[in-house]
């Protein structure tokens, strides 16, 4: 019987959770802190060695997984707020997870033959970590094919507040802005869109508290990025109609004109 050290198992699944957990962050284009993504990798190191002790059933092994998968992702992209938003990232981590493993599992395959059983432990274990690397890479090549096509993309959002109204969109990549307190995707309203709401064109917090539709729910966002840097003012609406389906997200204002011709931009999250 083969011995089976638990802090290299442990290590092991902790890399391949990182790199799978930080490709996911990629292709989501979530702004997410390093230390979530080393929480994340330990809950799932931590897992794999316990499936060692435990002895469970194929159907059982399989629903503790997913929700295995799931616990890790909300440590990672989660907040209290909205539980719901974890279940795609999850969705993907799982997958990320099955084209890693699998592709990893087919060249240990097909170049087990090649090593003797006294080599094969020690050779295939250094030719399976640039294997991993690489498999990394081409992962996040296609994310970011993905996301190129995604910016692109031109839709109409419908913001609901006491009143409805609707707004040309782009959709951003580079926009990772969150609002700090209920983690929320940011839309980020042109300046004539941002009219709508703030008559006056002065977007301060002070302001802003003078119009009934935005008061009371006001929020401060820190922002940097190629159209703002500073703080920004924003509110949180009942709700966003984005191609046909209402997201929870904030709302600020800005003193651009137009971006690309369109009222706001909408993160890749949203989407």
Request: hydrophobic share 45%.
């Given at each position: ?234 509110f949180i609406p009942q709700g966003v109609l984005i191609e046909g389906k209402t997201q929870k997200c904030c709302i600020a204002f800005s003193e651009n004109e137009d971006f690309g011709g369109c009222d706001c931009l ?6």
């Amino acid at each position: 019987m083969s011995e089976i050290y638990a802090d290299i198992f442990f290590l092991i699944n902790f890399s391949m959770d990182f790199i799978c957990l930080f490709l996911t962050g990629l292709i989501l284009g979530k702004k997410t802190k390093i230390r979530r993504f080393v929480l994340g990798a330990a809950l799932g190191g931590v897992y794999s060695v316990i499936t060692l002790f435990i002895d469970l059933s194929s159907p059982l092994r399989f629903i503790i997984t997913i929700l295995s998968a799931f616990i890790i992702c909300f440590s990672v992209f989660g907040n209290f707020h909205s539980q719901k938003n974890v279940l795609f990232p999850t969705f993907l981590f799982i997958s990320v997870s099955f084209f890693m493993g699998g592709a990893l599992t087919y060249l240990y395959s097909s170049l087990g033959k090649y090593f003797t059983k006294a080599q094969s432990e020690q050779d295939l274990s250094i030719l399976l970590l640039p294997a991993s690397l690489i498999c990394g890479v081409l992962s996040y090549v296609v994310s970011r094919i993905s996301q190129k096509r995604l910016s692109a993309k031109r839709f109409d959002i419908v913001v609901v507040t006491e009143k409805e109204c609707c707004f040309s969109a782009l959709c951003d990549s580079g926009n990772l802005l969150c609002e700090p307190i209920s983690r929320l995707p940011v839309i980020i309203l042109s300046k004539k869109a941002s009219l709508n709401y703030i008559k006056s064109g002065i977007f301060t917090p002070y302001e802003a508290a003078k119009y009934p539709e935005v008061s009371g729910k006001i929020r401060i966002i820190p922002a940097k990025s190629a159209f703002s840097q500073g703080m920004l003012t924003g509110f949180i609406p009942q709700g966003v109609l984005i191609e046909g389906k209402t997201q929870k997200c904030c709302i600020a204002f800005s003193e651009n004109e137009d971006f690309g011709g369109c009222d706001c931009l909408v993160p890749t999250v949203l989407l």
